[in-house]
């Protein structure tokens, strides 16, 4: 082997080394993932239908449809459902990542009151700083 190719097989080799790291950093902790599971077990425990932000609508594709004038006739749909699921009490609870959401009711202080806002001691490891945290109960 001739001795110039020397130093590219070494680049070549460091490059592949730089790609080495450990997925054990992208694996929550014990802690972590007891405190996710004690969070669903306590939404899981409500009676009735929970309005998860992250499981019933994304939001930032939910913003694109409210901001994009082609789509207003489906924004407008989108906002009325929900002012009217609120209005008529149709989920038990709401929980939501800050404080209010991009298909924020008008009215739904008056018919949810905020019963958490702690979402518990874990963030997820990869990603947005984002979790469940707001949690609002349909007021009595």
Do not use: C
């Not at 669903?40 to 239908?49: F, Q, S």
């Not at 913003?63 to 008529?88: C, H, K, R, T």
């Not at 739904?108 to 905020?114: E, G, P, S, V």
Request: charged share 20%; net charge negative; aromatic share 12%.
């Amino acid at each position: 082997m001739p001795a110039r190719r020397l130093p590219v097989i070494f680049a070549a080799g460091l490059q592949f080394l730089m790609l080495v790291y450990s997925p054990r950093n992208q694996v929550p902790s014990q802690a972590d993932r007891a405190a996710g599971e004690k969070l669903l077990e306590r939404v899981w425990n409500i009676p009735g239908e929970v309005y998860w932000a992250p499981m019933q609508a994304q939001e930032m594709a939910v913003v694109d449809v409210l901001q994009d004038s082609q789509s207003a006739e489906l924004g407008e749909f989108l906002e009325a459902d929900l002012a009217a699921a609120v209005a008529s009490g149709r989920y038990s609870a709401f929980v939501f990542d800050r404080r209010t959401f991009a298909l924020w009711s008008p009215d739904f202080d008056a018919h949810y009151a905020l019963v958490d806002a702690d979402g518990g001691p874990f963030y997820p490891v990869t990603g947005a700083r984002r979790k469940p945290t707001f949690l609002f109960a349909r007021a009595r």
